[in-house]
């Protein structure tokens, strides 16, 4: 299995990524390929809604000069990707947000070429918030459950820690535990046929 993990957060070793530290290493043990890509290091512009790629068949498409055709490569070739992110005003950082919105180049729903580029793929969330779970991350897990509806995109879930000592939130054993949990279940879920 191949996971692509997106990490969204500015600091690129804040608690998002300390999250993500044995979820990598249990996707590992279980033969994953796991590629991880660091957005605070890349050029993701806005999407300017101009529809470029939707005239261009078979490929992303996009007539940006920035990282997210890279980006996009590394998800076409990716089974499961993975969204990780802090929580900032209930939704994802503006990074992570400009990535999502440049969608379109993979549905060509909307001028002359055709298909879904990265149907069938699964999409799960990795997230770290202040305020409790559920009040803290449903707008965003409900955001990327319709954009998976919307792609025809597997919604495999989500796992998150709330963030109450700082890093040392991440690091106890049932953060630790529960990152290397969702790990399995990603494997799992990419093992259905």
């Not at 969330?125 to 409900?142: L, N, R, V």
């Amino acid at each position: 299995m191949k996971v692509l993990i997106l990490m969204g957060s500015p600091r690129i070793n804040g608690n998002t990524a300390e999250l993500c530290k044995p979820f990598m290493e249990e996707l590992k043990v279980h033969g994953a390929e796991v590629k991880y890509i660091e957005l605070e290091q890349k050029t993701i512009n806005p999407c300017k809604e101009c529809y470029v790629c939707q005239e261009v068949e078979g490929e992303y498409g996009c007539a940006q000069k920035d990282d997210m055709p890279i980006i996009a490569k590394e998800m076409l070739w990716a089974d499961c990707i993975i969204l990780a992110t802090p929580i900032f005003a209930w939704y994802c950082t503006t990074k992570m947000k400009a990535l999502l919105d440049r969608h379109y180049g993979f549905n060509k729903y909307y001028g002359s070429a055709t298909g879904c580029l990265w149907e069938g793929k699964k999409v799960g969330i990795i997230a770290t918030h202040g305020y409790d779970g559920a009040y803290a991350t449903d707008p965003f897990e409900m955001g990327v459950q319709r954009l998976c509806k919307h792609s025809n995109l597997q919604y495999i879930g989500m796992y998150s820690v709330q963030d109450n000592d700082n890093k040392a939130s991440f690091q106890t054993e049932k953060a630790v535990e529960g990152a290397r949990m969702f790990a399995r279940d990603v494997i799992k879920n990419g093992n259905k046929i």
